[in-house]
């Protein structure tokens, strides 16, 4: 059996709430960024990331980015996906996401899941969905 977490920041809570979608569909560990590390990444198998989109549609700067920016290296092999909420904006902060990932060679498991503010019916499902390809 697989071991997977889900990695979240939340400034407001709908990314959290995303991720407690996920967490209640498959079971992972429920991580804060400021708590993960590239030292962490070996104990698991799959890992969900999830930041929203911040002030110019970016990852979050103070502390989803360096973490981020910590761990990629380490996820080759690994079955990994991202998910965010947003106010703003048409999702760029996730396309540049993914392209970041890509360009690590990250292979991304599934469809990156976006959201506006809360998760919705819709969200909800395609967030069932990206749990059972990273679980």
Do not use: H
């Not at 092999?77 to 902060?93: I, N, T």
């Not at 991304?108 to 990273?134: G, M, Q």
Request: hydrophobic fraction near 45%.
């Amino acid at each position: 059996m697989s071991k997977a977490a889900v990695v979240y920041y939340s400034g407001s809570g709908n990314t959290e709430a995303m991720a407690d979608v996920i967490v209640n569909a498959v079971s992972a560990d429920k991580i804060e960024c400021s708590d993960f590390s590239a030292a962490k990444v070996a104990d698991y198998d799959a890992i969900a990331f999830g930041c929203p989109a911040m002030g110019d549609e970016v990852l979050e700067e103070t502390v989803f980015q360096p973490m981020w920016d910590d761990v990629k290296g380490n996820l080759a092999g690994k079955k990994v996906a991202l998910f965010g909420s947003y106010g703003w904006g048409d999702g760029q902060w996730m396309r540049d996401w993914e392209a970041d990932a890509n360009a690590e060679g990250v292979a991304l498991a599934c469809d990156s899941v976006i959201c506006n503010d809360a998760p919705d019916d819709e969200a909800s499902a395609a967030l069932e969905a990206l749990a059972k390809a990273i679980g």
